[in-house]
């Protein structure tokens, strides 16, 4: 079983930064992609950024320039530095591992975290 535990969300204002971390526990072999997404309230699930484990990024349109994903392999963990925050950045961020391989000849599997708010206001 994999576990994706998520933390460094928060309450911060317009301008500000946050961090942040998702961490994958279990048997792993390996994960191809792990991510962020959110969701704000009565709006459907969005990419925020992915990144593979080669190290390539993609980002949704409206945080180029502000976010940066970044991935330390080794530990299974993919963070996300969040500046320049804007009041709607506000949602519940959920982490993503794509393709996460108990076994080297394990099918890949999706999975999910819980979730961490991340509130922008005055």
């Known amino acids: 079983q994999v576990q994706l535990v998520e933390s460094g969300g928060g309450l911060v204002q317009p301008g500000g930064s946050l961090r942040l971390s998702c961490a994958a526990s279990?048997?792993?072999?390996?994960?191809?992609?792990m991510g962020w997404y959110r969701q704000a309230p009565g709006e459907q699930r969005e990419l925020v950024a992915t990144i593979t484990s080669g190290g390539s990024t993609n980002y949704s349109d409206s945080v180029k320039g502000r976010f940066t994903i970044s991935r330390d392999n080794a530990k299974n963990t993919v963070y996300l530095q969040m500046n320049s925050l804007k009041p709607e950045d506000t949602a519940v961020y959920y982490c993503?591992?794509?393709?996460?391989?108990?076994?080297?000849?394990?099918?890949?599997?999706?999975?999910w975290g819980q979730g961490t708010q991340v509130t922008v206001r005055s």
């Open positions: 279990g048997s792993i072999f390996s994960i191809y992609a």
């Open positions: 993503n591992a794509d393709r996460v391989r108990t076994t080297m000849w394990a099918k890949g599997s999706v999975y």
